[in-house]
């Protein structure tokens, strides 16, 4: 599956926030790249609603067509659109993977899941757009070279909390999910609802 490979530095300070975890060169120059970046310009409305988006599909790791048929499907179904469409990307397997803290970065997590080292309910699950359900369990692949990776995740996120959505046995390298995340608990970077107004025009 294509993904964005580009400068991830670049994209956080264009945005402002660190899309793909810690940022030095955020912390270091906190203004967009280029030769023009210290300049502060008045942004429209449309201009706005596109760089959430953009937040949001960059951190996630979608390209365009992926994040617009997670909006429609988000659109379909009862409930707060912008919410709905949170609670879609936040229980992504990779994004799963991730917050049960077996891999420090999405990008990471969702490689574990390309390679087959992840099951859900005991069966290899190899799609990181996987969307897990409240009750599956996610479990390591049982080799050696799997639970060196998962363990090597494990120390790179061990300051990291799990969130309580989430249940995790870090020794026995399984987790389950316990319910969807509520927003308040995703604490999304963006402003969802400027999302929806973008593709609602």
């Known amino acids: 599956m294509a993904r964005y490979t580009g400068p991830r530095q670049k994209k956080s ?8 975890g810690p940022s030095k060169a955020l912390e ?5 790249p280029g030769m023009h970046g210290e300049t502060r310009r008045k942004q429209t409305e449309y201009a706005l609603a596109l760089g959430e ?18 909006f429609e499907i988000a659109l379909r179904r009862r409930g707060v659109t912008g919410v709905t469409l ?11 993977v991730f917050k049960m803290g077996f891999a420090n970065s999405r990008r990471a997590a969702r490689q574990m899941v390309n ?3 992840i ?5 290899k699950v190899s799609i990181p757009s996987f969307n897990v359900k409240p009750g ?7 080799s050696s070279v799997t639970r060196q990776m998962a363990t090597r995740g494990l120390e790179a996120t061990q300051i990291a909390v799990v969130p309580d959505w989430l249940l995790v046995d870090k020794e026995n390298f ?8 509520s927003r308040e608990e995703i604490a999304p970077i963006v402003n969802e609802q400027l999302v929806v107004e973008l593709y609602s025009r």
Not at 13 to 20: A, D, N, S, T
Not at 53 to 70: C, N, P, S, V
């Open 174 to 181: 399984k987790g389950e999910v316990k319910r969807i995340p």
């Open 28 to 32: 270091r120059k906190n203004y967009p």
């Open 136 to 142: 599956e369990i996610i479990t390591i692949r049982d």
């Open 13 to 20: 300070r264009r945005y402002g926030v660190p899309l793909f």
């Open 115 to 117: 390679h087959g080292h």
């Open 119 to 123: 099951r859900v309910n005991a069966r």
């Open 86 to 96: 949170l609670q879609l990307l936040e229980t992504r397997l990779d994004n799963v």
């Open 53 to 70: 988006k953009q937040k949001l599909r960059l951190m996630y790791g979608l390209l365009e067509r992926q994040f617009r048929r997670y």
